[in-house]
């Protein structure tokens, strides 16, 4: 199978992740869309952060009843922190019958030069590219450099998608329920109930 790794910390995952990747996988040649759950980082310990489990929890619950998603886990035991480039080898090796790619915001492809080996990845894997709304802070960086390398924005394994411009963040989510805000509608109903049972983000 062609399979493509969303990678996230999902904290929460919200509706726009779920229209990103269902979008993947129904307008792109892409046979399954795997969201890989980004393990915490232990030099960086962030407060808002949930535990790995509820996260991976958080994910598997949004996408119970989508066969073509899949919820992941397979960077929790690897070393931290994260490298993509180690987390693909190991899926190369591990499942060998399929095909991965990656799947990233325009955002991250603007950098992706900076990425570990980021040449080996881009000769060996597709990257699914979703269209972002850059923040200001953003255009002023263009406006004084080019971000994104030609090379790579014009590599033929870098495929640009017309998905849908979501504008919906994990962070607004968690400051609205920290004020008290009702976030249902940003949230698939499993997500919403479980962060309200279990008192997440107040």
Do not use: C
Request: aromatic residues 12%.
């Amino acid at each position: 199978m062609k399979i493509g790794l969303y990678f996230g910390t999902f904290n929460p995952i919200h509706v726009g992740h779920l229209i990103i990747a269902n979008h993947m996988v129904s307008y792109t040649d892409l046979d399954q869309v795997w969201l890989v759950v980004s393990p915490q980082n232990p030099l960086k310990k962030k407060e808002s952060l949930l535990a790995d489990y509820h996260r991976l929890e958080l994910v598997s619950r949004a996408i119970y009843d989508n066969p073509a998603l899949r919820a992941s886990d397979i960077e929790f035991n690897l070393e931290k922190p994260s490298y993509t480039g180690i987390t693909l080898a190991y899926l190369r090796e591990k499942y060998p019958m399929h095909d991965f790619s990656l799947i990233m915001g325009e955002d991250n492809l603007r950098t992706f030069h900076k990425w570990r080996n980021y040449k080996s990845i881009l000769d060996q894997h597709e990257l699914f590219v979703y269209p972002r709304i850059l923040t200001e802070q953003e255009i002023n960086d263009d406006a004084q450099k080019s971000i994104t390398k030609p090379e790579i924005a014009e590599h033929k394994n870098v495929k640009l998608t017309d998905a849908p411009i979501m504008k919906v963040s994990a962070s607004f989510i968690r400051r609205s329920i920290k004020d008290g805000h009702d976030v249902r509608y940003l949230l698939t109903e499993p997500v919403f109930k479980y962060i309200d049972e279990m008192n997440f983000y107040k």
